[in-house]
């Protein structure tokens, strides 16, 4: 798929990964001053939710796999799924009447995440 243009990823990662956004998240709704503790779980759901729904969107690209053999078809994919679950996200940040800075800072923990796995390539 995108291990050409990739390093192959470790299952170990992608849970560090993931646990590490949920983290940064929760450390941006404190700095937020979002004192409503249910507020914060909600949001965190719904960020967990998001994450899941890309996951899923993504098992038709593995199942591809053994079909196509374009690392660039697959890239432009995962583009997509990476756009719609952006666009889902500012959906529910504001749904739940939240500072567009929590999309913000989700944007720029996925750019901190991707320099760190490219950087690992090196």
């Not at 929760?26 to 996951?55: E, P």
């Not at 079909?67 to 952006?86: A, D, E």
Request: glycine share 4%; proline share 4%.
């Amino acid at each position: 798929m995108l291990i050409p243009l990739l390093i192959k990823p470790h299952l170990n990662q992608e849970f560090i990964i993931c646990g590490a956004q949920l983290a940064f998240q929760f450390v941006v709704l404190l700095g937020l001053d979002i004192d409503s503790y249910k507020t914060q779980l909600n949001y965190l759901g719904h960020l967990m939710t998001v994450s899941l729904i890309g996951a899923l969107l993504l098992i038709p690209a593995i199942l591809l796999n053994h079909f196509i053999n374009s690392p660039y078809f697959f890239l432009s994919y995962f583009m997509l799924v990476v756009g719609f679950m952006l666009a889902e996200h500012m959906r529910r940040v504001k749904l739940l009447k939240l500072p567009k800075l929590l999309t913000v800072a989700w944007v720029l923990y996925r750019l901190i995440a991707l320099c760190v796995i490219l950087y690992q390539s090196l």
